[in-house]
T-cell receptor
Framework: TQLLEQSPQFLSIQEGENLTVYCNSS?????LQWYRQEPGEGPVLLVT?????EVKKLKRLTFQFGDARKDSSLHITAAQPGDTGLYLC??????????FGTGTRLTVIP | GAGVSQSPSNKVTEKGKDVELRCDPI?????LYWYRQSLGQGLEFLIY????????KSGLPSDRFSAERTGGSVSTLTIQRTQQEDSAVYLC?????????????FGPGTRLTVT
């Protein structure tokens, strides 16, 4: 069962542009994580958000957890080619495993 | 190395054959997870091991899939009588605890192709 929908599925932008990726669900999560995956590698954790309404910043990346803990967004400012990859959100329901989103494949063109 | 390792990195097999995929987690991590990722898609949870507890097998898609973890460390995922729809990247992850707020460290995956 797919609990987390990400949009857009694909995104191709020019270097220097801003973008937002969305992660939506009808389920409530106790925490939500964002990962980035590059070709031939496993996903790497970027951030974990726990509190509804929480905002975390990681350099040019801003993560927000929805007030109801059902959705999240990732905003990238002034995208760089190094930001290219598959972005995955993952929600934890308290059952000791993560449910991963459908993924957003980002390409930043130099 | 200190990270999660998986072997083989690539496996091509004929339909109907059995395959075994191996995962070496980070030393000391009590939790180990197997996921399946179809081309460019999100991850599908397969199975979860935590310490000496009975594994959570709720994600295994059929009884052709099984996994074991020996000595609380190395894990093997076995797929019997492989089918073409089993073709995917199989990812293993470990974490210091089974609680979701602990980071999962992923291996590079095994790309399985069933011909």
């Amino acid at each position: 069962t797919q609990l987390l929908e990400q949009s857009p599925q694909f995104l191709s932008i020019q270097e220097g542009e801003n973008l937002t990726v969305y992660c939506n669900s009808s389920s409530v999560f106790s925490s939500l994580q964002w990962y980035r995956q590059e070709p031939g590698e496993g996903p790497v954790l970027l951030v974990t958000v726990v509190t509804g309404g929480e905002v975390k910043k990681l350099k040019r990346l801003t993560f927000q957890f929805g007030d109801a803990r059902k959705d999240s967004s990732l905003h990238i400012t002034a995208a760089q080619p190094g930001d290219t990859g598959l972005y995955l959100c993952a929600g934890e329901t308290g059952a000791n495993n993560l449910f991963f989103g459908t993924g957003t494949r980002l390409t930043v063109i130099p | 190395g200190a990270g999660v390792s998986q072997s083989p990195s690539n496996k091509v097999t004929e339909k109907g054959k059995d395959v075994e995929l191996r995962c070496d987690p980070i030393s000391g991590h009590t939790a180990l997870y197997w996921y399946r990722q179809s081309l460019g898609q999100g991850l599908e949870f397969l199975i979860y091991f935590q310490g000496n507890s009975a594994p959570d097998k709720s994600g295994l898609p059929s009884d052709r899939f099984s996994a074991e973890r020996t000595g609380g460390s190395v894990s093997t995922l076995t797929i019997q009588r492989t089918q073409q729809e089993d073709s995917a990247v199989y990812l293993c992850a470990s974490s210091a605890s089974g609680l979701g707020t602990y980071e999962q460290y992923f291996g590079p995956g095994t790309r399985l192709t069933v011909t």
